[in-house]
């Protein structure tokens, strides 16, 4: 063991004129022992032992320069502060001069040392101090460490090796000028060397070469270096040929089908199996490479057996391989044939993770279901395994991210009426118990989940409403989430579509929240909260309590909205509300609202038209003043159109529109007998829905009523059959309505 007296005379040994003494100096500093480094160290910094040190790399003796080389190496190792001191003292130049040294020894010793040193610098950037550079190094210096790869020695190549993968770190220019010098061919030729540690050293270079560089990949694989490194991996190089594999995997093109074609992946299945977190962590990353980009990858890893030992490397203690392992799986499923006896096996146990007690295993399990859930077929078997009611208890007792994907995993599942059936059996009543979770983003989850059910299920809606899910769901009308009040209002909507939940819906105050959501920024919003005030207003009283929550005027301003959905459900709601409500009608008046359902008739949609004409017959009812405006407006043409629709519902409320607007009002009587509306009016007699046979039939007696020539055209066009056929119908109503119109042709 060296004492500090000996190393206090080191700095002037290192001065001396006499090579032996600088031999001497250097071989103590490259012999000092792991238990006192760090003290003698600092004392030879302390005493200005580096720049002589440095200086003797540069000395006319051999030997000198191979152990100040040596010794150099040997304390960087050591101390990053002298890797930093080092370079600051220009102790690259000399060190890439002796890279050409007629010495194998002195190559190897200096490349050793600028592999000390790149480590030093490398260390210090990644912890935060990026003010070491690698000074000096000349494009001539890099060209001769590339060179020395060409080395007779092993020694030599694997030395150059180390310090080319040291420097690549570094810096990214040195990485392309190494590139372009023919690093690439070299470090390839050396994967076929007789020794081990070249072999290991290349493979480490490469992977910090290719690396995120695509040019740098292609060079590669036309090398041929791809084939070589997959036979390594069952060397004891496996590890850094696994590191330049998987960098090789991550960037485009197309090097992943020559993995596949190669038969390498059998190779990194293997890897997954060694008790080495970071070699299972590599394997895992090829694969994840490999299955995300490569056609049928996915198919050829299950035959080979990948699945089963990445499921048990979720339990790895290596949060890094569980985070790798975790994208394997996802990618490894992603083209899943539910037929195979291996991802049945997989999905058991991925699902048994979902219940789990360690938060990490549930969210990897939940995450990789989740990434595949799309399947059609997956689908079906998870559920067959149970996995609602695994989602459920995760639902009920996971963190908040693992309830959040519990919920998004049970939402993607609704995807068929048999799942939604499925899935509300167990699921409605813990997500009403959600909603009321005193978590907003829990909440948000379980009412998107909800609505998502709810959609078209009517065994879903009735198990949510006698499970007193109504209540809950009214409260997050008002919710500060935008996403929680548009599911919200969906699934409100859809349980108001049974006509026993909307008494109640109205009692437990659905109608404020919904007709402040009329305004909402959001159009889905607005479509829901207003199908949702639609089905509700078919109750009389619901519709004088819109209109005193002052509710009209938001439908009238949707007449006018660029969405035709809103325009539609907007005129389906004035209709109803108009249709017991006098104010409500001299309101839809007072607000042009006439002008805005008279542009409806002439709509694109079906269904705008229908809710249109509906509303303006609602409106016209014992109100001259609206009667007047249709008129004056040009209502009346529109109307007539609608006659010969050839939907059922176009004709139903057109011919209760012009019943309502000739109702009272003979100046109405005479505009549709002039526009021609007496002929399919009576066409519609012989409709086979008997809303049209009954309004039709009104519609004439209302237009004949006191007037001979109206009723002389009905003769003349043969309306008094029909109308006579009418009074053996089975409907008291259309025998009513015929009754009265051929009372007028008298």
Known sequence: MLDSGVIAATPALCSSAVAACQERATLAISQLEDDDHETLLQQLLETGGLPPLIAMLSSPSTGCQQKSASALAHMCYYDIQIGKHAVQLGGMLPLIALLSSPSSECQTEAASAILAICQCRYVWQRHGNPDITIQGLSTAGLQQLVDLLRSSRASDQASAAKAIWALCSCNESIKGAAVGMGVLRQLVDLLSSFSAECQDQAAKAISIICKDDDASSEQLLELGGLQLLLDLLSSRCHLNAADAITAVCSTKGNYNSHVFDWHGLRLLIQLLKTSSARRQKQAAAAICFICDSTDSASSKMLDLGALPPLIDLINSRSAAC??????????????????????????????????????????????????????????????????????????????????QQAADILQKLCTTTSNKKQ???????????????????????????????????SVAREKAFHAGGLQPLISLLSSSSAVS??????????????????????????????????????????????????????????????????????????????????????AAAIGRICDTNQTAREQVVDLDGIQLLINLLTSSSVYARYSAALAIANT?????????QVLELGGVQPLIKLLTSTAAKCQQSSTWAIGSLTSGKHEARMRVTELGGLQPLIALLASSELICQRNAAWAIGNICEGDNTASKQVLKLGGQEPLTKLLSSSDRGVKAMARHALNQLK
């Open 322 to 403: 569980q985070e790798m392992t975790t994208a394997a799986i996802k990618a490894l499923c992603k083209d899943i044939n539910i037929s195979r006896a291996d991802m049945m096996d997989g999905l058991v146990q991925l699902i048994s993770f979902v219940e789990s007690s360690s938060a990490y295993r549930q969210a990897t399990a939940l995450s990789i279901i989740k990434a595949v859930r799309s399947n059609l077929r997956y689908q079906k078997k998870l559920l067959e395994l149970g996995i609602v009611q695994q989602l459920i208890g995760a639902l009920q007792s996971g963190t908040a991210a693992n309830q």
């Open 423 to 457: 899935i509300a059996g167990l699921a409605i009543e813990p997500l009403i118990a959600l909603v009321t979770s005193s978590s907003a983003t829990c909440q948000q989850h379980a009412v998107v989940v909800m609505a998502e059910i709810l959609e078209g299920s």
């Open 485 to 570: 009040q548009e599911a919200a209002a969906t699934a409100v909507y859809e349980l108001v579509s049974m006509e026993s939940a909307r008494e109640p819906a109205r009692n437990l105050g659905a109608l404020p929240p919904l007709i402040v959501l009329l305004t909402s920024s959001t159009s889905n919003c607005q479509i829901h909260a207003a199908a949702a005030l639609v089905n509700i207003c078919s109750i009389a009283k619901a519709g004088e309590e819109v209109m005193k929550l002052s509710g009209l005027r938001p439908f009238i301003n949707l007449l006018s909205s660029s969405s035709a959905a809103r325009r539609h459900l907007a």
């Open 620 to 628: 016209c009812k014992f109100h001259d003043t609206a009667k007047r």
